[in-house]
């Protein structure tokens, strides 16, 4: 099992940027995909992007594709999301997976997951 730590949250104004970083530990994840998700209240957990860590492919919604960017740095184990352009809807709660050997949006195939950071972005 991946241990999943986020960081990087804060208050933004719109228009600006933001860089998370989630570091994983206690497992070799060259086998994962590493997942970003979103959820406000009352809402289901969104997926944003995902990333195959060996191999680099990447996968990303609709609504933040163009502003949004995953990567990862295999030396520290870390995994980001960089979000450009951020704008008062992108407030949320930002979680960090990881599911093993699938490739996929699907929350519920993620296995592993981080405490969350939230990110709140001001008109």
């Known amino acids: 099992q991946v241990q999943l730590v986020e960081s990087g949250g804060g208050l933004v104004q719109a228009g600006g940027s933001l860089r998370l970083s989630c570091t994983a530990s206690?497992?070799?994840?060259?086998?994962?995909?590493m997942g970003w998700f979103r959820q406000v209240p009352g809402k289901e957990r969104e997926f944003l992007a995902a990333i195959l860590w060996n191999g680099g492919n990447t996968v990303y919604a609709d609504s933040v594709k163009g502003r949004f960017t995953i990567s990862r740095d295999s030396a520290k184990n870390t995994v980001y999301l960089q979000m450009t352009s951020l704008k008062p809807e992108d407030t949320a709660v930002y979680y960090c997976?990881?599911?093993?050997?699938?490739?996929?949006?699907?929350?519920?195939?993620?296995?592993?997951w981080g405490q969350g950071t939230q990110v709140t972005v001001s008109s």
């Open positions: 997976a990881a599911a093993r050997a699938v490739f996929t949006t699907i929350a519920a195939l993620y296995t592993s």
């Open positions: 206690g497992s070799t994840i060259s086998s994962y995909v």
